[in-house]
């Protein structure tokens, strides 16, 4: 079965700018999660969607940070303009449904904002 | 809001001897799920092991066992006979059992084997 996949695996780029991250699901799940991992801390919840729709965005930095669903499998997070603090490791989970206790993560994205 | 709480920053542990790390939470909720979840290098969280807040047993996978503590809000997870693979950071997460309860990790455990 494949896992969760996501690209890139590593991103440098200067403050202000923007990027974006890619996450492809295990087939077949309808949940999706964003989390961000800052150095030395565990994951946080960025945002979650079911299907296409967002189900949580509460702790989603929505002046700069944004993420979509189309057609309810990839999914894009983007951020613009980047800050210095945005520097972490963004990791993609997948879930059959919501209800669903367990996850299934991706080997996450490493940024680095200068 | 709930809360995962891991008091040991690192741990290390001899080859072949047993190691237990701490997790406590805070929740006003009675049916949750609580994990231990693995990260090595690669970065990939791997699933250690679950357990569900009504089942009273402890759960057991192989050399990995914990030890949950409802009243308590402890769940701790004990290694037994480590081996190097295992060395990796720690993660204790909290998972309310609602429709879309979302998961509240700790902050990890790094833990280093030696041979």
């Known amino acids: 079965e494949a896992g969760v996949a996501q690209s890139p695996r590593y991103k440098i780029i200067e403050k202000r700018q923007s990027v974006a991250f890619w996450c492809n699901p295990i087939?077949?799940?309808?949940?999706l999660y964003w989390y961000q991992q800052i150095l030395g801390q565990g994951p946080k919840l960025l945002i979650q969607?079911?299907?296409?729709?967002?189900?949580?965005d509460s702790q989603l930095p929505k002046d700069r940070f944004s993420a979509e669903r189309l057609k309810g499998v990839d999914s894009t997070l983007k951020i613009q303009p980047a800050k210095l603090e945005d520097s972490a490791v963004y990791l993609c989970?997948?879930?059959?449904?919501?209800?669903?206790?367990?996850?299934?993560f991706g080997s996450g994205t490493q940024l680095s904002v200068l | 809001a709930q809360t995962v709480t891991q008091s040991q920053p690192e741990m290390s542990v001899q080859e072949a001897e047993t190691v237990t790390l701490s997790c406590t939470y805070d929740?006003?909720?009675?049916?949750?799920?609580l994990f231990w979840y693995k990260q090595p290098p690669s970065r990939q969280m791997i699933l250690v092991i679950r357990q569900e807040a009504y089942k009273q047993q402890n759960a057991t996978e192989n050399r990995f066992s914990v030890n949950f503590q409802k009243a308590a809000k402890s769940f701790s997870l004990k290694i037994s006979d480590s081996q190097l693979g295992d060395a990796a950071m720690y993660f204790c997460a909290y998972r309310p059992n609602t429709n879309a309860g979302k998961s509240t990790f700790g902050d990890g455990t790094t833990l280093t084997v030696k041979p």
């Open positions: 087939s077949g799940h309808a949940t």
């Open positions: 989970a997948s879930s059959l449904d919501r209800g669903s206790e367990k996850l299934f």
């Open positions: 969607f079911q299907n296409n729709g967002v189900v949580d």
């Open positions: 929740t006003s909720e009675s049916d949750y799920y």
